[in-house]
């Protein structure tokens, strides 16, 4: 298969830190692929230079042949890129489904004359968005929280609407940062089932996460970042072995 | 019961004639000019009241958008063309019908711009003003178009104070009246008080509408995500920078569009309509009226308006709005209507109860 997502050469420096260099990987159209690393290894930068967020010092970023290093993050969104945020980010004062609707923002297209005119073809168009979201919330399970405001939820019940609303855009690829985080053990099952679910509908997930059950349980491939170097990339049960990833990770994690 | 939009509007306009009909029959129909004025003033605070509830931005400067609204209208419709009527610009802008030939004050001819021409041209000006000032300052994040439009209040207030055929110090004044369809006027002659009123209120009615169609549609969703998680929005592909800017230039429409039938109905305009007090007037407004609350907005900024036109405040007009804006920042930072007198009636008297049980209060 041809690269999908071709991250090559990329680094990042803050300050005095180089908090990503020289990395390197692709993703696959239709894999899960993880992203994983001791806290500090530049995971969450890598995303953000993905994503728009921040742009890499050196290196470049194609996205189905598109040069997207540079892109501002709408700009990258419109390519077909979504993503959710380490700490959830939703919109306060907006309830569940208006979170979920402003996902549809790509695919609609009413401005300011529309909608303050209140043209039939815009409250149509709202009408299906609104529709696309529920179905997308159906999709999740969250549908019965539609008009709950978003940032009064629970924990668990905020991060499927933040999911629902990447989904919402119709993505080709959907960054998910440390979508376990805060989870229970129960719940993050339903969510390697639920990747599973999404990959199935043909998108393909990025994902950033420590719950290493999870990344061996459900992905394709792994990216090991350790100081903002690749030590390793392979498939999950390769990583598992490798001598230098037990050393830095997950030896680590056996203390 | 749960009115939709139109009919929250319908109920506004039949309150706004009930007021006319119950000032009238007080025999205080006078009132109705401080109330036809203080409907313009709303027109400019229910812009920002959409850019600071909505976009989250602040502006300290729209009083200068209102002014160049109002000054743009004032120059054109009173700077007499006859001397030049031989150019080809006059002579073809004249040949469009764009010119009128009015009578002056002493029996003379003027030839001024189409009061509806110069109109136009306002709007045009601070529209192109707010896209200058917006463009660089709206693609940062945080709180810059403050202090930008700051500067071009500032630079208004000072231009107008300054220039000589603005008139200096003392404006510009015999504006003519705004004409309109049925022998209607914007200004004129003290008979037409009722008449002014009414367009007034049908002028503030239609913008209302067209403001609560647009936060409620998807630019209005995708203003309150910018507002609630700028990143995660941009991060849902909307261009922020962009939605922000244009409703800064919304707002200063709005604001302009306030200042051209402000100076008509007043028969002039001078330099403090223009004055940073002004614009602190129009967010101590918004601040009351509720962030994000157009109807608040619009009730407090006509109730508050009519106030300080009357002059209940006296000299202090400007500490009085001062104090609002300062005493709601730090008591009800998300509007008088956001309060909660119950729950707070509450909290007091579980504080009461302590006290008098001897703990010392929270």
């Known amino acids: 298969m041809t690269p999908f997502l071709e991250v090559s050469g990329v680094s990042k420096r803050f300050g005095g830190i180089q908090a990503v260099s020289g990395v390197s990987f692709q993703v696959r159209r239709g894999m899960i692929k993880a992203v994983i690393g001791p806290n500090g290894a530049g995971k969450t930068t890598l995303f953000n230079m993905v994503s728009g967020f921040s742009a890499p010092d050196h290196g470049t970023i194609t996205f189905g042949g598109h040069p997207i290093h540079g892109c501002r993050p709408h700009q990258v969104a419109a390519r077909g890129i979504s993503r959710t945020f380490q ?7 907006l309830s569940a489904l208006e979170n979920v609707m402003v996902g549809r923002h790509l695919r609609s297209r009413a401005g300011f004359l529309a909608g303050m005119l209140d043209l ?17 919330m159906a999709f999740l399970g969250i549908e019965a929280l539609a008009d709950a405001e978003a940032t009064s939820l629970a924990y668990g019940q905020q991060r499927a609407v933040e999911l629902a609303r990447a989904l919402a855009s119709d993505p080709e690829l959907v960054l998910l940062d440390e979508p376990a985080a805060g989870l229970n053990m129960r719940e993050t099952r339903d969510l390697a089932g639920l990747i599973t679910r999404i990959r199935d509908r043909g998108i393909t997930v990025l994902l950033v996460e420590h719950d290493m059950s999870l990344v061996m349980e459900i992905c394709d491939e792994v990216l090991v970042l350790s100081y903002g170097e690749k030590i390793a990339e392979a498939d999950p049960r390769t990583v598992q072995r490798d001598p230098q990833v037990v050393k830095v990770y997950l030896g680590e994690e056996e203390c | 019961m749960h009115l939709n939009r139109y009919g929250q ?13 119950a000032a009238v029959a007080a025999g205080r ?9 203080s409907a313009y003033y709303t027109l400019a605070v229910l812009g920002i009241s959409l850019l600071m509830g909505y976009a989250g931005q602040i502006s300290l400067g729209h009083a200068g958008f209102v002014a160049v609204g109002g000054y743009t209208s004032a120059v054109l419709t009173t700077l007499d063309l006859t001397p030049y009527r031989a150019q080809p610009l006059v002579a073809a802008s004249q040949g469009l019908g764009l010119l009128l030939a009015r009578p002056d004050l002493y029996g003379g001819e003027l030839l001024v711009v189409q009061p509806l ?21 709206l693609k940062l994040k945080g709180h810059y178009l403050a202090m930008a439009t700051l500067g071009v209040g500032t630079i208004v207030y000072s231009l107008a104070l300054g220039t000589q055929w603005l008139g200096a110090a003392d404006g510009i004044s015999s504006v003519p009246p705004f004409p309109l369809p049925f022998g209607a006027s914007v200004g004129g002659p003290a008979g037409g008080r009722v008449v002014n009123y009414y367009v ?5 009615g239609a913008a209302m509408l067209l403001l609560l169609n647009l936060v409620q549609a998807r630019v209005g969703r995708a203003l309150r995500a910018i507002h609630g998680a700028e990143d995660a929005a941009a991060a849902m592909g909307v261009d922020t920078a962009s939605l922000k800017l244009k409703t800064f230039v919304l707002s200063a429409a709005l604001a302009a569009l306030a ?3 402000l100076t008509h109905y007043n028969g002039g305009i001078g330099p403090s309509e223009a004055s940073v007090m002004k614009s602190v007037k129009y967010m101590a407004i918004v601040a009351v009226g509720g962030m994000g609350s157009l109807w608040g907005t619009l009730g407090m900024s006509l109730a508050l308006n009519f106030l300080s036109l009357r002059g209940y405040f006296g000299a202090y007009d400007d500490v009085v709005f001062g104090l609002i804006l300062v005493g709601m920042m730090l008591f009800a930072p998300e509007g008088l209507l956001a309060l909660q007198p119950r729950r707070a009636l509450a909290a007091l008297r579980l504080r009461l109860r302590r006290r008098e049980d001897g703990e010392e209060p929270r």
């Open chain 2, 29 to 37: 129909g006078f009132l109705l000019t401080q109330m036809t004025m």
């Open chain 1, 120 to 136: 039939g073809w815009a409250r149509r168009e709202a009408t299906a968005m609104r529709g696309l979201a529920l179905e997308v």
């Open chain 2, 259 to 261: 200042g051209v039938f």
């Open chain 1, 87 to 93: 700490n959830i980010r939703l919109f306060e004062h």
């Open chain 2, 117 to 137: 021409v110069a109109c136009i041209l306002a709007v045009a000006l601070a529209t192109l003003l707010a896209f200058v000032v917006g463009i660089p300052v």
């Open chain 2, 200 to 204: 007034a209120v049908a002028l503030l």
């Open chain 2, 9 to 21: 509007v319908g109920i506004f306009m039949a309150s706004a004639a009930g007021l006319q009909l």
